[in-house]
């Protein structure tokens, strides 16, 4: 039996296959490496909002579901509540568990996170973290009243410090998320940015979508992957569209793939603005990257404020070899589009600069599939799971071989 891994992530893929999660994909690599991995998860689909069917028929790691009750809304207090009691009843499941070599945690949710750290504090067991995304930050812009939001994430932005400064080591999806991080943890010099990316050779596997025949002769179609909320912009883009249409552009069909609280709204503003669009709902990844395959354009519309990073849109953008159209404020992602020469950077919720960066694209094609070669040459250096989440797996070889010495005890040692 080989060293044991718990791996936790409150937040992660079904089990079917059919998705591209980034800690489904690294359970996988483990075990395929001869670690006996545990994949602790909740019980409850944040994605689906509805509780899991618990499949894990063909995997080669086990799989340990913790309550955790539901809730329908992702900005709510029920949800809040909810992930306190997922902490809670995962402190307890860990003390039913043997102590494992490493352990490898998702951050957030901040409550599951939270009682790992204390596990593994207590039981001396080396604590790497992988931060998807910044909480409180990502919050506040749903919700940000002045004093008042202080005064409700204040815990949550001290909870998370405590996390940071907890690990042994630090792995995240950016560099941005990563430097918040490091910022609190005064025993680590540096942390790793392995950003979220997709498996290139299985991805090429996936054949064109069916849907390419119905495509008219000279028609352009813009592509939108991902959830349907209020950090994404997609009604700037609507209007850049009409803007477009009304000015005799006729060749732009909107492609949005994906769902969430907003898809009728955003649905019902296409409509009235009579932009050709088709909004599929949610699909299998599989099935997700042929349609992205047959479009023209790929759009990631971030709403300004947003506290999103590098995502996994922008692999699957960059390894389809779609050109993109940025309005996203993220320094790091628009320096990405800027040095491969990808795409274009926008204005954040500026219809007019969005329609004119399209006329750009739509009316040179040779500039569209130059833009696309450099992202795909992007998608070869830094998004591609095969290599880069080697560093992951020779990170957790080194801890559970104990080739490193402790760094020092965990931070706040107090029992």
Request: hydrophobic content about 35%.
């Amino acid at each position: 039996m080989g060293k044991d891994v718990l791996l936790v992530a409150h937040f992660c893929n079904d089990f079917d296959g059919e998705g591209n999660g980034r800690f489904n994909y690294l359970a996988d690599l483990l075990a395929s490496n001869g670690y006996a991995v545990e994949f602790v998860t909740s019980d409850f689909s944040h994605t689906k909002k509805k509780k899991r069917d618990k499949q894990t028929a063909g995997l080669h790691f086990n799989v340990t579901y913790i309550p955790e009750p539901s809730y329908s809304r992702n900005v709510s207090i029920k949800r809040f509540y909810s992930h306190f009691m997922m902490g809670r009843n995962l402190k307890k499941y860990l003390k039913t568990r043997k102590k494992p070599d490493v352990i490898y945690c998702a951050v957030p949710s901040l409550d599951a996170a939270m009682a790992v750290s204390k596990y593994a504090r207590k039981n001396k067991v080396k604590f790497i973290i992988d931060v998807q995304d910044l909480w409180p930050e990502a919050f506040r812009m749903v919700f940000n009243i002045p004093v008042v939001s202080d005064l409700i994430f204040y815990p949550m932005e001290k909870m998370a410090d405590h996390i940071y400064q907890s690990a042994d080591e630090i792995v995240a999806v950016s560099e941005t998320y990563m430097n918040r991080a490091l910022k609190v943890n005064k025993k680590l010099q540096s942390g790793h940015c392995i950003y979220l990316g997709t498996d290139l050779h299985q991805f090429d596997l996936f054949p064109v979508s069916s849907m390419k025949n119905s495509k008219l002769e000279g028609e352009i179609w813009i592509a939108y992957v991902g959830t349907l909320g209020s950090s994404y912009d997609l009604i700037s883009v609507i209007d850049a569209l009409r803007i477009l249409k009304e000015r005799g552009e006729n060749r732009l069909k909107f492609i949005v793939m994906g769902d969430g609280p907003l898809k009728e709204k955003f649905e019902s503003c296409a409509k009235e603005s009579s932009v050709e669009a088709l909004f599929t709902g949610r699909l299998q990844y599989k099935e997700m990257v042929g349609i992205l395959k047959a479009c023209d354009i790929a759009i990631n519309p971030i709403a300004k404020g947003a506290a999103q990073s590098i995502i996994n849109k922008h692999a699957d953008y960059a390894s389809a070899g779609l050109p993109v159209i940025n309005t996203q404020e993220s320094r790091e992602y628009r320096e990405l589009i800027e040095q491969y020469n990808m795409g274009l950077n926008c204005n954040p919720e500026d219809p007019e600069d969005i329609a004119e960066k399209i006329m750009i694209l739509i009316n040179n094609q040779e500039l569209r599939l130059q833009l696309g070669r450099n992202g795909r040459k992007l998608a070869e250096e830094r998004f591609d799971r095969r290599k880069n989440y080697q560093r992951i797996l020779n990170l957790i070889d080194k801890y559970a071989s104990n080739e490193y010495e402790s760094q020092s005890l965990h931070v706040g040692d107090e029992g």
